[in-house]
């Protein structure tokens, strides 16, 4: 995994990184804000953008975001981390205190927040109903409680034009609709990453009490910088502890993008449901990364995927490493000659069948499912192969059921990315 960290002053210091050097690029969108540092925290692999510039020289409606999000797009980076100081528009959001966006309004009017200046190439509207990520979210929030750092797990922040504070009538409004927090950066930035498919997270430090407040002075940039001073080392230690806590493999990433779903199909069963983890972009790129890391060095002539998810995952992964698909169906689904098996699934019986002439006799094959339960519908699909003459290499899924005790029916390798056990 590849992380873009995206900082404040005091929050780009490439002393954060091992193995630090610097990156100079251009964008199609112009230059990014700062010469990016890259390098590593623990094992992740990390670049740093100071979003107004090393000397903050840059204010927050010339910050060239679609530039900085291109930038670590365009190297690799999957997930950002933001850090943003804010005013605090309620009362129990105290100043140091840390804030895990989870929405924001957008009171911008100067920004450029999209990445599609036209329709040529047809309407794209991108959705924007959960701006920040939940699995960001949730490593921050943990990282908080491990740190032992005043947080709010959730929190709504309205970002305005700038460089000038509110008004004490704009403050109140704000706070009227709805918002917790306010500043000057975050909206725009978190509507690229969205756009560009980049998981993407905001933390935010409580500086000051904008306005609203009358029993004290109106927020100064002075204030601000004694806060965050202040706190800095804190936020430091909190980019540092979520860093090294994305250093676990993708199995973490997958697993989370999983849905169970009870009593389905029928009471009693427990069912992982992995098309919410197919049509999440970087769910299924890490699927597939994955996959590809673990079988393109492996010597084998094609890949079979089992109906009907396996399809996916075959058929992509065929694409990858420049192979061939082999389709293993239910019965009654292919229309030349066949030969087919029976098998038990965990909850019924079912039949599956290959073309005759899928395979040749001694062809090396790769069997993928998304899931092994009990067994039945793999031993099926590689008693087929054999049938045919095929070497099976090795069965590869997304998830294991340990318990259901599938793997034990196999005589082949087997491999699996995550698993379910007791869940």
Not at 94 to 107: A, C, Q, T
Not at 290 to 296: I, S, T
Request: charged content about 30%.
């Amino acid at each position: 995994m590849k992380i873009g960290i995206i900082g404040g002053s005091g929050l780009d210091n490439p002393g954060i990184l091992r193995d630090y050097k610097e990156v100079q690029l251009s964008t199609p969108y112009g230059e990014p804000s700062s010469i990016i540092s890259h390098g590593f925290i623990g094992k992740t692999e990390a670049f740093i953008i100071a979003r107004h510039g090393r000397k903050h020289e840059i204010t927050p409606t010339h910050v060239n975001n679609r530039a900085n999000i291109y930038a670590l797009k365009h190297l690799g980076c999957t997930h950002i981390l933001a850090t943003t100081a804010v005013g605090s528009l309620k009362e129990e959001i105290g100043r140091g205190d840390f804030v895990i966006l989870s929405d924001f309004i957008d009171f911008t009017r100067f920004r450029k927040n999209t990445f599609h200046d036209d329709f040529k190439n047809g309407p794209v509207h991108t959705g924007m109903a959960e701006p920040f990520s939940d699995f960001l979210r949730e490593k921050a929030i943990n990282a908080c409680k491990e740190l032992k750092i005043k947080h709010h797990e959730k929190g709504t922040v309205i970002t305005i034009e700038g460089p000038r504070f509110s008004t004490r009538a704009e403050s109140n409004m704000f706070r009227l609709l709805g918002a917790d927090i306010i500043n000057m950066s975050i909206a725009p930035e978190a509507m690229l990453a969205k756009e560009s498919g980049i998981e993407y997270c905001a933390i935010a430090m409580s500086t000051d009490y904008d306005c609203w407040k009358t029993d004290e002075a109106p927020v100064s940039w002075e204030d601000i910088l004694k806060i965050f001073s202040q706190n800095a080392d804190k936020m430091k230690k909190l980019l540092i502890q979520i860093a090294e806590s994305l250093s676990v493999n993708n199995a973490e990433i997958i697993k989370l993008k999983i849905r169970t779903v009870p009593d389905w199909p029928k009471k009693g069963i427990m069912f992982r449901d992995v098309t919410t983890l197919l049509k999440d972009k970087n769910g299924f790129k890490a699927v597939m990364d994955e996959l590809e890391n673990r079988y393109k060095r492996m010597d084998f002539d094609s890949i079979a995927g089992i109906e009907s998810r396996g399809f996916t995952i075959a058929s992509a992964l065929a694409d990858r490493l420049n192979k061939g698909v082999i389709l293993i169906r239910k019965k009654g689904k292919l229309p030349a000659d066949t030969i087919s098996e029976a098998y038990d699934l965990e909850y019924g019986k079912a039949e599956i069948e290959i073309h005759k002439d899928a395979i040749t006799k001694g062809d090396k094959v790769l069997l993928l499912d998304d899931l092994i339960a009990t067994g039945g519908t793999i031993k099926a699909a590689g008693n087929l192969i054999e049938k045919l003459g095929g070497e099976i290499i090795e069965c590869g899924f997304i998830v294991e059921l340990p318990e259901l005790k599938g793997r034990s029916k196999i005589k082949w390798p087997i491999y699996t990315i995550t698993e379910f056990e007791g869940e």
